[in-house]
């Protein structure tokens, strides 16, 4: 087990240098096409804007935060472009209400289908006795979160729509995108590092990585596209919260239900069912939405101000900070023993949750007092 650690964080070392060293390199080269993107037709402005951007790019400290920052002037770049294509092509299709019924439609039925396909993989190897079984722990377990992210905002009518949407695309579009990044990063593991490692290299570093960018750009599609629907810290956390909720419900389906066909009920010898949900469903039913509330959070500021490094920066240190807890979270889980993951549990989670329950409290209070 020590060797295989051993391997394992040397093998991140040595990804994590060749990062290093390629990162101004690539950041240079991001930043150069997101002024093409902006400014391809004005050649002029073009280059004045490529030249400030690399100022800024290149007074930021550390390889990979020049990276980081490089992506989000390359992300708002894209989004820009994404929104003039788009806002072109609702001038040419009109205000015709059926294109618009088409397009929800369309919508739900992705997300329909994403979620059969993962109710038909999970019942695949769990079985439908279990299946059904960890639905209705899922069920019991997300009630009382999606309750609590609904009163965190309740005087704000005009969200419920979009709060479920979050809901369905944790539970479907972001579960299938985790799953099969995860999945491929598992193989690639146990490819280079040695059968067995390839979990760890998922657990720890695919994970966090892109499970939060999948929960996350939903939150920054609302900023982006629908930016009228979100107004600060508190709209940020509600819809990452229904989007961590929706992604917790879809894994507890499945974790629950291999439980229940694996071990039953569970025993003084072995961990079933009931073990399942209390270490889940009880100790930790907010784990997902409070990965995610740390991404809202930067969202929400980004909301707030007309500065340009905020709205870049915020997303992007929110996103940090939920991969940095997501990982902490899982590697104590896949590397640690129950001591050691329940150290975590009581001197990292709480307290961080504890400070996000104040935060949110504080900016609760401040948003609603405003409105009225």
């Known amino acids: 087990m020590t060797g295989q650690i051993v391997l394992l964080s040397i093998a991140l070392g040595l990804v994590t240098n060749e990062l290093g060293e390629v990162s101004p390199w690539l950041a240079r080269r991001l930043v150069r096409w997101s002024a093409r993107l902006r400014y391809r037709h004005d050649p002029e402005r073009l280059a004045i804007r490529a030249e400030e951007l690399e100022d800024v790019v290149g007074n930021a400290p550390g390889k990979l935060l020049k990276l980081l920052c490089a992506a989000g002037f390359a992300a708002s770049a894209v989004a820009h472009r994404a929104h003039r294509s788009v806002a072109g092509l609702v001038s040419r299709l009109g205000r015709d209400a059926r294109r618009q019924k088409f397009r929800r439609r369309a919508g739900l039925v992705v997300l329909a289908s994403s979620g059969v396909t993962l109710l038909a993989i999970s019942t695949a190897r769990v079985g439908v006795v279990a299946e059904l079984v960890g639905l209705g722990g899922a069920l019991l377990a997300v009630v009382s979160v999606v309750v609590v992210f609904h009163r965190v905002g309740r005087w704000k009518r005009g969200q419920v729509g979009l709060r479920w949407l979050g809901f369905g695309w944790g539970a479907c579009i972001a579960t299938t995108t985790a799953l099969v990044i995860n ?67 879809t894994e507890n389906i499945y974790y629950f239900g291999r439980a229940f066909a694996e071990h039953g009920l569970g025993d003084t010898n072995t961990a079933g069912l009931v073990t399942s949900f209390i270490l889940r469903g009880m100790l930790s039913p907010f ?86």
Do not use: Q
């Open 183 to 249: 999945n491929t990063a598992e193989a690639v593991g146990d490819l280079l590092l040695g059968k067995g490692n390839g979990d760890k290299v998922s657990s720890i570093v695919s994970a966090p990585l892109f499970e939060e960018a999948a929960k996350g750009v939903f939150v920054l599609g609302i900023l982006l596209f629908v930016k009228s629907k979100i107004n600060g810290v508190i709209d940020g956390v509600i819809y990452a919260g229904f989007v961590g909720a929706g992604f917790a419900f």
């Open 287 to 372: 784990t997902h939405p409070l990965f995610t509330c740390i991404v809202g959070v930067g969202i929400g500021l980004a909301a707030m101000t007309t500065k340009r490094r905020a709205t870049v920066f915020g997303p992007i240190y929110g996103y940090l900070g939920a991969v940095i807890l997501h990982a902490i979270w899982n590697g104590a889980a896949t590397l640690g023993n129950g001591e050691f993951f329940l150290n975590v549990y009581f001197m990292v989670m709480v307290p961080i949750f504890i400070a996000g329950v104040w935060l949110v409290a504080r900016h609760r209070k401040r948003e609603r007092t405003a409105s009225t």
